[in-house]
């Protein structure tokens, strides 16, 4: 199934063959996100980047994936800059910006708002974060470094790290990792562990996650260690956040005990899971973790938006609107 014209809003939205679709056209990105290539493939349109939570990596990296490919980008950064401080609601906006570019991306505090914006807004809309809901974008470039490192995603050894509860960028990653048989282990304090909804769901999937408090039982196998940061915002109570605060840290002494090709990930900020130590070893991949978000980024908007670099399924000889253009109108065309 094309992408093409296509929200994002989970990662459960797409099948095995469009996430290695993606992933081959992000490799093919990689000169023109180092800006060794040039390409106007998505000249003349805009993207609409609306961050409602802080962001550095995510909203600056799909920047300048637009960027790149000639698309220019409007963009919020504060809800209080918005009318939604003066009560406006979601819906609405998203039915104003959806008439003033050609793609949404959408950062919010609430689990469900990416699905509701899709819901009111003609154009694409990207998830870039819900809450603690998902955050699919963050798993394609996640699994890019993945495959990237180790050669195949299939079969991999993964140990997700830290907060499990709250992290969305885990939640969408085990759904996805689950569709390439990997073999996960959830390691997190009983209190940060995977929501039950997602295991039952990865275990209907045929996924049978091992759930664990201790990293050193764990760090011997595993081929990817992806730490997270525990989600000190999302907490309802300070008090329990400081109980948790600070229960892992990946220093040159614990990976004594890992493999020598084993990764170590992180979707970034760390505050101290990851000592600065550890930046300079092998392991290290997180830094340029970052940097393939670009690439990755590249080849979803031109997948969406239409680019001539644009994914297409083997068997898809042609896109369903003709032409790269969407309608011209000011009132876009109704989606299919
Ligand atoms: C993550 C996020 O916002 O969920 N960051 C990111 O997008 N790279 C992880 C985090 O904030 O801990």
């Not at 990653?173 to 390691?187: H, N, P, S």
């Not at 049978?208 to 525990?230: M, N």
Request: one cysteine or more.
């Amino acid at each position: 199934m094309d992408l093409y014209d296509k929200d994002v809003v989970s990662i459960r939205d797409f099948t095995k063959d469009q996430i290695e679709g993606v992933l081959d056209l992000a490799e093919e990105m990689v000169p023109y996100a180092l800006g060794e290539k040039r390409s106007r493939a998505l000249d003349g349109r805009i993207l609409g980047n609306l961050f409602f939570e802080p962001s550095t990596r995510t909203k600056l990296s799909f920047e300048s994936a637009a960027y790149r490919l000639g698309c220019q980008v409007i963009d919020v950064s504060e809800m209080s800059m918005t009318s939604i401080s003066k009560g406006e609601t979601l819906a609405d906006t998203i039915k104003m910006v959806d008439t003033y570019c050609d793609t949404i991306v959408l950062r919010h505090p609430y689990e469900g708002a990416a699905r509701l914006a899709a819901k009111f807004s003609e154009n694409p809309v990207i998830n870039a974060g819900d809450g603690a809901g998902s955050h699919p974008t963050q798993t394609l470039l996640d699994l890019f470094t993945m495959r990237e490192a180790k050669g195949t995603l299939e079969g991999l050894n993964i140990a997700l790290v830290g907060d499990l509860k709250y992290g969305r960028t885990v939640h969408s990653l085990a759904d996805a990792l689950t569709m390439f048989g990997a073999k996960l282990t959830l390691v997190a304090p009983e209190s940060l562990q995977m929501p039950d909804d997602i295991v039952k769901h990865l275990e209907e999937k045929g996924c049978h996650p091992v759930k664990t408090a201790e990293l050193d039982d764990v760090i011997g196998q595993a081929d990817v260690l992806y730490v997270t940061r525990i989600q000190r915002e999302r907490f309802p109570d300070h008090a329990e956040y400081t109980k948790v605060a600070g229960t892992y840290r990946i220093d040159n002494a614990i990976l004594r005990e890992a493999k020598s090709d084993m990764i170590v990930m992180h979707p970034l900020p760390r505050v101290d899971e990851i000592a600065p130590e550890v930046d300079s070893t092998p392991h290290a991949r997180y830094f340029k973790q970052a940097f393939n978000g670009v690439p990755v980024r590249m080849a979803l908007l031109c997948s969406i938006m239409g680019g001539e670099l644009r994914w297409r399924p083997p068997w898809s000889s042609s896109c369903r609107r003709s032409g790269t253009a969407r309608s011209s109108t000011i009132s876009p065309a109704g989606r299919p």
